[in-house]
């Protein structure tokens, strides 16, 4: 585009051509501190010069929130913890290559503290965070700490990402030691890691009661966390939760060489002040027990859940138990959720090829009640009782409150192998239909996204995958 000013020019009857020219050239400047400003936003990637510590520690307080921290091949033993303040991306050569052991014992026995933690994640500013994530290792705790700690004491969500790490040995004798904590408002996705030898693997707790009075839960939603696509070699309970915590559990394969009671947690509020569990989902894991081992699926104590598509190898026990332990009046909130078990589905969890229902094994305060506060898998559901599984076509026209229908094209009668598990070649598929009122079907839930849309890569860095 060619321009052209004609100085002598006159407009309106004497404003000259001059400020024409004049608001060009500001114009001109504008889109220059524009342009110089977008070019500048792009996150930098920083690389460490080693896998040590001191290298490592280095490029991270070099970074600014939002940045990648590369860390080349290696194997290395640090003797401090790594702790980090911003949002960066912190990215090791691949679990294999970048190795990193742990000389780094735990100062107590509070598994709140984040000095127990190898690897300690609590931003300053967690309302303006971008996305942390650390993947492309392996950690060795050396039986000697917690794992990684990721912390929020704001009801601001911050997101994360662990992925394609190999996570191991987070024990303690002094320590009630997890691979990852997580003490907050934490939403995001740890997937494709690969967990051994940890005392207990990942835990998830809110902020208690802030929790209960500030937040609210709904199933199927991005406000959650998500452990999918990871592989377990267990020992002991690999998931609980409590405190106004939540997690989904989904597509993750489990192996366990002794009795493992219980599988799956969700705390409900308890002597001392802690609140309940707000919600878990816990869909499409496979586990396979040694020998002569029995598992408890679920040990439900508080808050909501849907545990559904899980698939049992073993050849003798496995159970789903339903409790209360705590009268939900001792710890009063204006919160809508009740604290106890309630608004709870479990349908075509499977030992094997035989149907495994939920049962309760224990009611303080006469809170808890199948078909109120809990509903089982019925295979003979016609609207009545429990919850029903099949196509839509054959959901029953009349129902009453409270009673679900899984409508689906997927098989009721098994959990097929290509629906569970790691990668699963067909992830599970459906939709919740709840009776919220006589003979009125309501579509209710459906599975997030998956995978996690945090997996996917982000521009304009491409070094996320």
């Given at each position: 585009?060619k321009?052209?000013?004609?100085?002598?020019?006159?407009?309106?009857?004497?404003?000259?051509?001059?400020?024409?020219?004049?608001i060009?050239?500001?114009?001109?400047?504008?889109?220059?501190?524009?342009?110089?400003?977008v070019?500048?936003?792009?996150?930098?990637?920083?690389?460490?010069a080693?896998?040590?510590?001191?290298?490592?520690?280095?490029a991270?307080?070099?970074?600014?929130?939002?940045d990648?921290v590369?860390?080349?091949?290696g194997e290395?033993?640090?003797?401090?913890?790594?702790?980090?303040?911003?949002?960066?991306?912190?990215i090791?050569?691949?679990?294999?290559?970048?190795?990193?052991?742990?000389?780094?014992?735990?100062?107590?026995?509070?598994?709140?503290?984040?000095?127990?933690?190898?690897?300690?994640?609590?931003?300053?500013?967690?309302?303006?965070?971008p996305?942390?994530?650390l993947?492309?290792?392996?950690?060795?705790?050396?039986?000697?700490c917690?794992?990684?700690?990721?912390?929020?004491?704001?009801?601001?969500s911050?997101?994360?990402?662990?992925?394609?790490?190999?996570?191991?040995?987070?024990?303690?004798?002094?320590?009630?030691?997890?691979?990852?904590?997580?003490?907050?408002?934490?939403?995001?996705?740890?997937?494709?890691?690969?967990?051994?030898?940890?005392?207990?693997?990942?835990?998830?707790?809110?902020?208690?009661?802030?929790?209960?009075?500030?937040?609210?839960?709904?199933?199927?939603t991005?406000?959650?966390?998500?452990?999918?696509?990871?592989?377990?070699?267990?020992?002991?309970?690999?998931?609980?939760?409590?405190?106004?915590?939540?997690y989904?559990a989904?597509?993750?394969?489990?192996i366990?060489?002794?009795?493992?009671?219980?599988?799956?947690?969700?705390?409900?509020?308890?002597?001392?002040?802690?609140y309940?569990?707000?919600?878990?989902?816990i869909?499409?894991?496979?586990?396979?027990m040694?020998?002569n081992?029995?598992?408890?699926i679920?040990?439900?104590?508080?808050g909501?859940?849907?545990?559904?598509?899980?698939?049992?190898?073993?050849?003798?026990?496995?159970?789903?138990?339903v409790?209360?332990?705590?009268?939900?009046?001792?710890?009063?909130?204006?919160?809508?959720?009740?604290?106890?078990?309630?608004?709870?589905?479990?349908?075509?969890?499977?030992?094997?090829?035989?149907?495994?229902s939920?049962?309760?094994?224990?009611?303080?305060?006469?809170?808890?009640?199948e078909?109120?506060?809990?509903?089982?898998?019925?295979?003979?559901f016609?609207?009545t009782?429990g919850?029903?599984c099949?196509?839509?076509?054959?959901?029953?026209?009349?129902?009453?409150?409270?009673?679900?229908?899984?409508?689906?094209?997927?098989d009721?009668?098994?959990?097929?192998d290509?629906?569970?598990?790691?990668?699963?070649?067909t992830?599970?598929?459906?939709?919740?239909?709840?009776?919220?009122?006589?003979n009125?079907?309501?579509?209710?839930?459906?599975?997030?996204?998956?995978?996690?849309?945090?997996?996917?890569?982000?521009?304009?860095?491409?070094?996320?995958?």
């Amino acid at each position: 585009m060619k321009i052209r000013y004609f100085e002598s020019a006159t407009i309106n009857g004497g404003v000259k051509m001059e400020l024409i020219k004049n608001i060009y050239s500001i114009l001109v400047a504008i889109v220059l501190v524009f342009c110089t400003s977008v070019a500048g936003s792009y996150a930098a990637t920083i690389r460490a010069a080693s896998a040590s510590h001191t290298d490592v520690s280095a490029a991270v307080s070099a970074a600014s929130s939002g940045d990648t921290v590369t860390v080349p091949a290696g194997e290395v033993t640090w003797g401090d913890q790594l702790v980090i303040t911003k949002g960066i991306v912190l990215i090791g050569a691949g679990a294999g290559s970048t190795v990193i052991t742990s000389n780094y014992n735990n100062v107590n026995g509070n598994y709140f503290d984040g000095r127990n933690y190898f690897i300690n994640y609590e931003p300053a500013n967690p309302a303006t965070a971008p996305l942390f994530r650390l993947s492309g290792f392996t950690f060795d705790f050396n039986n000697k700490c917690g794992g990684i700690r990721l912390a929020n004491d704001t009801i601001s969500s911050l997101n994360i990402r662990i992925d394609h790490n190999i996570i191991k040995n987070a024990t303690s004798t002094t320590l009630s030691a997890r691979a990852i904590t997580i003490q907050g408002t934490i939403y995001g996705v740890i997937d494709n890691n690969t967990f051994e030898g940890n005392m207990k693997h990942i835990d998830s707790a809110g902020l208690n009661g802030i929790s209960w009075k500030n937040l609210t839960y709904t199933y199927g939603t991005a406000d959650n966390i998500y452990y999918e696509d990871n592989t377990f070699y267990i020992t002991g309970t690999p998931h609980s939760c409590g405190a106004g915590g939540r997690y989904c559990a989904r597509y993750n394969t489990y192996i366990s060489p002794s009795q493992l009671n219980p599988w799956y947690d969700a705390h409900g509020n308890q002597d001392g002040g802690n609140y309940a569990t707000m919600g878990v989902e816990i869909y499409g894991n496979t586990i396979t027990m040694s020998d002569n081992k029995g598992v408890r699926i679920f040990d439900h104590r508080g808050g909501q859940a849907l545990c559904f598509n899980n698939k049992v190898v073993t050849t003798v026990w496995a159970d789903i138990i339903v409790r209360e332990e705590y009268d939900d009046a001792l710890y009063p909130h204006p919160n809508t959720f009740l604290q106890h078990a309630n608004n709870s589905y479990y349908w075509n969890n499977r030992k094997n090829t035989t149907l495994i229902s939920g049962e309760e094994i224990q009611d303080c305060c006469d809170d808890i009640a199948e078909n109120s506060e809990f509903y089982n898998h019925n295979i003979n559901f016609d609207g009545t009782t429990g919850v029903g599984c099949g196509t839509l076509a054959s959901r029953p026209v009349t129902c009453t409150i409270g009673v679900a229908y899984w409508a689906t094209d997927q098989d009721c009668s098994i959990v097929n192998d290509n629906n569970v598990g790691v990668n699963p070649t067909t992830p599970i598929s459906g939709t919740l239909y709840k009776c919220t009122a006589p003979n009125i079907w309501t579509a209710y839930y459906t599975p997030y996204t998956y995978p996690h849309p945090l997996r996917k890569p982000v521009a304009p860095n491409p070094r996320i995958q």
